[in-house]
């Protein structure tokens, strides 16, 4: 982007009057949100999945309120997770029910966004005439501050069920990597827990097909296994992540 100054190419077009302003979508971690902010002066706005599960990853709430405290309006991507967090599974399922009514789940997780003073737009798909009623409806009652401290506490505990479900206890230190063979290791069981967290395939697949460093390029080496801090068994569980998602014919 820098060699091709494509940010010049941009002010440009702003002068020229073909854009308006200049911002970018993002998918990475923190410290590379981090470096894009600070490394131009005319960002406008920022792009950026967050949600209530995705606290921590990518840009996550550290990034939604830095990018904020720099001046720029941040708009959300994937509010409801592709849907996840608006038809939960059934033990989430159950910590909804306490609401009897009062909110529905992808309200709920619309709220937590809108609740935040950093947030500029969210933009949530919607695949039928009910969806956007429902989402004009939500918007209409949003707020900062409006969701109860019950309604967090709520949430808290909706993120902590689902976080239980996951089937390899991962915390993407990044001790096993690099991988002699150049598996992405974090990525492959994250990809595996989020399909089981979610109980959905769908798009777990979409990103493996998609994603370097696959699992099926694992030998059974060992010499991840020797420094994970959690003694996982990772040459047991990259042919079975391989497997499962690999999408189904």
């Not at 974090?186 to 959905?200: F, K, R, T």
């Not at 699992?215 to 497997?243: F, R, T």
């Amino acid at each position: 982007m820098l060699d091709l100054d494509i940010l010049g190419r941009a002010e440009a077009a702003v002068r020229d009057g073909r854009i308006g302003h200049i911002g970018f979508s993002f998918h990475d971690d923190f410290e590379a949100f981090k470096e894009i902010v600070d490394g131009y002066d005319s960002w406008t706005m920022c792009l950026i999945q967050h949600n209530y599960m995705d606290i921590e990853n990518q840009a996550g709430t550290k990034g939604l309120q830095y990018a904020a405290s720099k001046g720029l309006a941040v708009a959300i991507m994937e509010p409801l997770l592709g849907g996840n967090l608006a038809r939960p599974v059934d033990p989430v399922r159950e910590i909804f029910d306490e609401l009897r009514g009062q909110r529905t789940q992808a309200d709920l997780a619309l709220q937590w966004l809108w609740d935040q003073p950093e947030v500029s737009v969210v933009l949530s798909g919607m695949s039928s005439m009910e969806q956007v009623v429902e989402n004009v409806r939500s918007a209409s009652e949003s707020g900062i501050g409006s969701l109860s401290p019950a309604e967090q506490q709520l949430i808290d505990r909706v993120r902590e069920k689902f976080n239980e479900r996951a089937a390899i206890s991962c915390t993407r230190c990044g001790y096993c990597v690099p991988c002699p063979n150049e598996v992405d290791i974090p990525a492959m069981l994250e990809l595996y827990n989020e399909g089981v967290i979610y109980d959905d395939w769908t798009a777990p697949r979409f990103k493996y097909m998609r994603t370097p460093g696959k699992a099926e390029a694992c030998d059974q080496c060992g010499e991840c296994e020797e420094k994970c801090p959690q003694g996982l068994p990772i040459s047991e569980w990259m042919p079975k992540v391989h497997e499962i998602l690999t999408p189904q014919k």
